[in-house]
């Protein structure tokens, strides 16, 4: 008896050192940058200037679906699939959009690299793209996400944003700030892009 407390105690100590690495690595990863514009009661509206992604486009039609075809081959491109065999440092978030018929998932690209700077994906599903600048809407919430905790969040922030009068255009995209295997901390965030004439 007294072995198997000892195995337990060895395993959960395991467990939450790797928890708090995991967290504190995840905390170093550089975030793509914005600025918070304003701040409401259920959410917030920030600006993001251009950003340099790699992105793909499949017909999955739920979040579970495009995560794991998606993830695996962004994650196949920045660990050296690529002309270069170069190495890309992981960033965050994660973007993802699920559309009626195409959905995409795009990785953002590190800060200090230009366009023609970046190796050409080995995979040919995998495009390299400029976002144009834009104004979203932000609803935050922690937890492993799903498509019914996603679809809940696209909810509460399109309701949020009616009361106010504020318009919008395109799909509800999801962002995931955390590695799979973080189980604390974690950060999901819903976002939808708001029409400039909002702030004229």
């Known amino acids: 008896m007294k072995v198997f407390l000892i195995i337990i105690i060895i395993l959960v100590g395991i467990v939450v050192i790797f928890q708090i690495y995991t967290t504190m690595a995840s905390s170093k990863t550089e975030t793509q940058s914005y600025k918070v514009i304003r701040v409401e009661k259920l959410f917030e509206i920030r600006y993001y200037p251009a950003t340099i992604m790699a992105k793909i486009t499949s017909t999955s039609k739920s979040y579970r679906d495009l995560g794991s075809s998606g993830f695996s ?3 196949k491109y920045i660990f050296g699939g690529n002309s270069e065999n170069k190495q890309i440092a992981m960033t965050s978030p994660v973007h993802m959009e699920i559309g009626d ?3 995409t998932m795009a990785f953002v690209m590190p800060s200090h690299f230009k366009k023609d700077d970046l190796p050409n994906p080995n995979n040919t599903d995998i495009v390299i793209e400029t976002t ?3 104004y979203v809407a932000v609803v935050q919430f922690g937890g492993f996400a799903d498509t019914k905790s996603i679809d809940r969040h696209k909810v509460i ?3 949020a944003l009616k009361d106010l009068g504020l318009t919008y255009y395109g799909h509800f995209r ?3 700030y955390n590695p799979p295997f973080q189980l604390f901390g974690r950060r999901n965030e819903v976002i939808i892009a708001l029409d400039t004439n909002n702030f004229k």
């Open 73 to 75: 081959k962004l994650a």
């Open 101 to 103: 018929t195409l959905s």
């Open 132 to 134: 144009e600048p834009e």
């Open 157 to 159: 922030l399109e309701n």
């Open 174 to 176: 999801f962002l995931g």
